[in-house]
């Protein structure tokens, strides 16, 4: 054994800590986009072509623009049925090479005393784009859970 062996973690472990964090920043702005109601802060965490699926349908969004239309009346469709907040549980992250990470996230509804009402789930593919930030590309929306 060598005198000068460090004790850190491996770099593949750095590395996803440091793949975490990113993916919990971009899933913290998509949820403070989200409460505020702000459709252009959530257009600019996509890159479009992309998805959006789901049991009652798919949607191809090929505009931020179209996000932006989509999301920015999540707000009032939420405060419709007593959520005023949610944040971003991040349950499962995987690499699919070096542009691709899938992110497993619970988003609990939150009403305005913080008590969760109920929660949906999600699945979102997110890619690098040419300056190297991830940019949500595909959500496979998985339901609510009561």
């Known amino acids: 054994m060598e005198a000068h062996q460090r004790h850190t973690q491996p770099r593949g472990v750095r590395l996803e800590h440091v793949l975490h964090g990113e993916v919990q920043d971009l899933l913290d702005q998509l949820a403070r986009a989200l409460v505020k109601g702000d459709g252009n802060a959530?257009?600019?965490?996509?890159?479009?072509p992309a998805l959006v699926i789901g049991a009652d349908g798919v949607i191809a969004v090929s505009s931020r623009e179209q996000v932006a239309e989509f999301f920015g009346s999540a707000k009032a469709q939420y405060n419709a049925?007593?959520?005023t907040g949610t944040r971003a549980d991040l349950l499962d992250l995987e690499r699919v090479g070096d542009r691709i990470v899938i992110a497993a996230v619970r988003w609990p509804h939150l009403a305005a005393d913080g008590r969760e009402v109920n929660s949906e789930s999600s699945?979102?593919?997110?890619r690098r784009d040419d300056a190297g930030k991830l940019k949500i590309r595909a959500v496979l929306m998985r339901g609510t859970a009561k």
Do not use: K, M, S
Not at 42 to 48: C, K, M, N, V, Y
């Open 123 to 126: 699945d979102y593919t997110l």
């Open 81 to 83: 049925r007593g959520v």
């Open 42 to 48: 959530i257009a600019a965490l996509w890159e479009t």
